[in-house]
Every structure is written in C-alpha cells, then in structure tokens.
C-alpha cells in the first residue's frame, strides 16, 4: 500500500470497466491519473503493459514521473506511457487519460474521416469535431506528437488505423467522455447510411463552444 492507493484503485477499477464494457479487447487500451505531485516531482498512476485486466490487482497499477521514470508497480507501465504524459504536460486541467479501442469510433480511425460536430452533447463534452491524428507506430515519440497536435483543446482524438484517445478533468470524466466518442461514432454512421446530416446552426455551435472552452480551457 502507497499512498496513492485509492488513485491506483480508481485506474484499476476504470480499466476492468473499459474491458467489459467492450472498448478494447485482451490487454489492450490503456488508463492514467494524474497524481498530486510530491517532492517537486510530478507523478502519474498507469496501468501495466499486456495484461489482462481482470487478472491485476492495486499494486499492479504502475507509477511513472513525468519523464517516464517507472517507479511503482512489479510490470512494467503502458507503452503508451509517454503519450499519457505529453497529454498532462499539454493540458494543465487534464487528470485523466483514457486510450481504448471502441469499435465505431475505430471505423473512423481507420476510414481518415473526422466526426463533424454533429449532435449537441458531443460539441459540450468534447468540444466539437473529432480529429484523426496522423498514422504513427504504437508507442513511438510520432504518436505523441500527432496526437497531441489533433487533439488539440478538445476531450477526443481518433488515432489513425488505432483508435481513440479521451481526457477528463478526473476520471469519470474521461470515461464518459469516451462513451460520448462511441455514441457519436455510432449516430454518424447511422446517419450516413440513412442520409445526410443536417448541421448544427452556427450561432448554437459557437455558443456550445465557447461553453466547453468556459468549461475545459487552458486559459482561466
Ligand atoms: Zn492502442
């Protein structure tokens, strides 16, 4: 037991969540915290690489400092940990990082089309249309850069021929913000096999805008 234990708890309870709910599949997909710091050193809570979520347990939950250090936890942390990182260094009121791979909203990653802003509580949680990060290799210093580049200020990237990264302001915040991703993923492509869809009038789409920047902007 650390002193990060409830922390490691919430990651771990978060990732048994994410597989049974069906957002990755095996050991894949990944979930951090952000950690008060401690020492001048700023820490993030991370769960191991290639294990079955249901087979680990708190101590499991790997702690990693911000320049990748492992330093809590017998597996070792995502390979994806330096993506997690680069979001918390990006975005100040970011606590939570969630990457998964959700079957619709895959289909996009995979097609290269974006998710415009399409229905409204995608543009309040999100932030709007979703981007789709140019290709990298899993776990390289390009995937960082390009998905930090396309997800810009909102809570959702797409990774190309990947998947999906999600923020939150805490945990269950990133969490529905993912489920919010899949919802939308799946009513676009609904509404592309039905038709067209019609968009959002400009005035409402800049007043939800400017309510999620209100809400998750950097600059207070
Ligand atoms: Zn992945």
């Known amino acids: 037991m ?21 957002f990755v599949v095996g050991t894949a997909g990944n979930i951090s915290m952000r950690l008060k710091e401690s020492g001048g ?7 191991p690489t290639s294990r079955y979520y249901d087979t680990i347990g708190v101590d499991d939950i790997a702690v990693v400092d911000f320049d990748g250090k492992h330093v809590e936890g017998e597996f070792s942390p995502s390979v994806e940990t330096m993506l997690h990182i680069g979001v918390y260094k990006a975005r100040k009121r970011v606590n939570a990082v969630i ?3 959700p079957v619709f909203s895959s289909a996009f990653a995979v097609s290269g089309m974006e998710i415009p802003p399409i229905i409204e509580d995608q543009v309040t949680y999100l932030g709007g249309g979703i981007k789709v990060a140019e290709y990298a290799l899993s776990g390289s210093e390009d995937l960082v850069k390009n998905a930090l580049a396309a997800l810009g200020p909102r809570n959702a990237v797409l990774l190309a021929n990947h998947g999906a990264v999600c923020v939150g ?19 676009y492509i609904c509404v592309l096999s039905i038709g067209r869809p019609t968009p959002i009038p400009a005035e409402s789409l800049e007043a939800m805008s400017a ?5 998750h902007g950097d600059s207070e």
């Open 211 to 215: 309510y999620f920047i209100y809400m």
């Open 99 to 101: 990457h998964s791979h």
């Open 41 to 47: 050193r700023k820490f993030m809570a991370i769960t």
């Open 169 to 187: 302001r805490d945990l269950r915040e990133a969490f529905t913000n993912l489920e919010m991703l899949e919802k939308t993923a799946k009513i």
């Open 2 to 22: 650390t002193i990060w234990n409830a922390e490691k708890q919430a990651v771990l309870e978060a990732g048994r969540r994410m597989s049974e709910k069906g």
